[in-house]
């Protein structure tokens, strides 16, 4: 894999619209609410912009983010999240990674907490998403937390974990696909949810199918 190179202020700008598109996105999907969650762009091999503290992230602007390496060294811009370790820790871990997604949707909280296992019906969830980590709840902006949910998306292993009782941490090679990530994984919880509603344990994107999906 190789080291992001250093993006210049136009692909920079350009960045942070697509995140400012998916903050608002994000809220009106459900994923986030009032100040949950954080976004962000990896611009360099150790710089990244986070959304600031308190943020909403439907109403994020450019100057609401902070520029800092990734071991927290802000140098321009806003004060970052409190949960900015864990951006830069999955940055760390995954070396393609050019975003991270940060957000608390209901579904697949829910789920987790009660020890459900979420499921991959769709095709999109299989093909988009098709594994995840998981967590136990650490606190907020802690290194536990941010170093136990980069070591399950180390390696690639997964795209997305599911920080327990708090939220979930997508990446991806692009905003959008980081954040293609995160949508079909809430989605793949809500239908995961409307099965056990209807009293299906077991139903899931045949495994066979996928092998096939992966390889065109
Ligand atoms: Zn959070």
Redesign the pocket.
Known sequence: MTEPTQLGPEAIAAALDELLEVGRTAVSAGLAQAS???LSVRTGADQMYVSGKGTWLNRLEHSQFATMTLDGRVTAGAVPSS?WKLHGAIYAARPEARAVI?V?PQYSLLLTALGKRIRFITQDHAFYVGSYGQTKYYT?GSDALAETAAAELAGGAHDVVV?GN??IAACGTSVESAFRVALNFEEAAIMTYRALLLGDEATEFPAEELAILKHH
């Open positions: 949950g969650g954080n949960e940060h608390h907020n920080l708090h939220g």
